[in-house]
């Protein structure tokens, strides 16, 4: 029968082998993660720029190391994954040189080049017509954001007049179809426009296609949309009368329409004043002749398609 000693001593053994156990698998497990991270993976990425319906062929595509810590998630690894034998792929986005392949670019194994499949759940694609310069003379690509304006004639007092409002804000456009340059490097304009957009915009752009003609403005990648916009009509293709813009900044239109009335009123009143003081007498001590009262002007105040006539100097 064992001693007391040796069943503790046999017992800080088996213990001390179990701990020796576990740091073992610990750096053992360490080790191969850190040679895993620092290891590379070949990735497939595009040899030649393909733009939007582009079929995946061999020679259009290459095989790259990436470092396994920064592999792209849906890239592909090898020729088979990308293009499996007898079922064609193509591109649904612009793919530049030496960029990722990745499942969602790319249409699915033996499925036809499809803009539906880059749509978001929800959202639909609707296509407006363009001209060359209601498409931003060419330059408005496929994930660009833009304006869409509508310009048409609304009755206004005793007759029609013509304004042009902001339709829809920030919306991204799918597909264009142009290409990007002509032969001699100037943009190709394209006739149709396809935009991504919510059901009831996609309404909207169908309507508003009947009911005047749309322009598409540009936007800066990332810009937030303006909270306020104004209706734009032809009394406003002037400059303001008193020297000064009709609208102060964008922020601060709307809840201000009636301190920018004021301060044009306040403005006619100056000139009137200015105006209407006496002259000195001329050279010789003749005296001047008297003036006819001078007639009170009125100023008319636009705000969108309505108009308001105030008195200056009463």
């Known amino acids: 029968m064992m001693s007391r000693q040796s069943m503790v001593a046999l017992a800080v053994a088996i213990v001390l082998g179990l701990a020796a156990v576990y740091v073992a698998n610990i750096y053992i497990g360490g080790s191969k993660q850190q040679a895993d991270l620092t290891g590379t993976t070949k990735v497939a990425v595009a040899s030649v720029p393909m733009s939007f319906g582009s079929e995946l062929t061999p020679d259009k595509v290459r095989f790259v190391d990436y470092p396994n810590a920064s592999i792209p998630p849906g890239s592909f690894a090898n020729a088979a994954q990308l293009m499996p034998a007898g079922q064609k792929r193509f591109a649904l986005l612009p793919l530049g040189i030496n960029e990722p392949i990745l499942a969602t670019k790319i249409s699915a194994p033996g499925a036809g080049a499809s803009i539906a499949a880059l749509l978001p759940d929800g959202m639909r694609a609707a296509t407006v017509r363009i001209d060359d310069v209601s498409?931003?003379?060419?330059?408005?690509?496929?994930?660009?954001?833009?304006?869409?304006?509508?310009?048409?004639?609304?009755q206004s007092g005793g007759g029609a007049t013509q304004v042009t409002d902001v339709l829809l804000q920030n919306i991204r456009v799918l597909a264009i179809d142009q290409e990007a340059k002509n032969p001699d490097g100037t943009p190709r304009v394209g006739r149709t426009a396809t935009f991504e957009v919510a059901p009831l915009d996609a309404q909207k752009l169908a309507l508003a296609q009947q009911a005047g003609s749309l322009s598409l403005v540009l936007r800066k990648p990332g810009e937030t949309n303006n909270p306020v916009v104004e209706t734009i009509s032809m009394n406003d293709l002037r400059y303001n009368m008193y020297g000064g813009a009709r609208y102060p900044a964008p922020a601060v239109v709307g809840g201000f329409g009636a301190a920018v009335a004021g301060s044009i009123e306040r403005s006619a009143a100056l000139v009137d004043s200015a105006s209407s003081r006496p002259r000195s007498g001329s050279s010789g001590g003749s005296k001047a002749r008297a003036k006819p009262a001078p007639v009170k002007p009125s100023i008319e105040i636009f705000r969108g398609t309505t108009s308001n006539s105030y008195k200056v100097g009463q």
């Open 135 to 154: 498409g931003v003379a060419g330059f408005v690509q496929p994930n660009d954001s833009v304006d869409v304006l509508i310009t048409r004639q609304v």
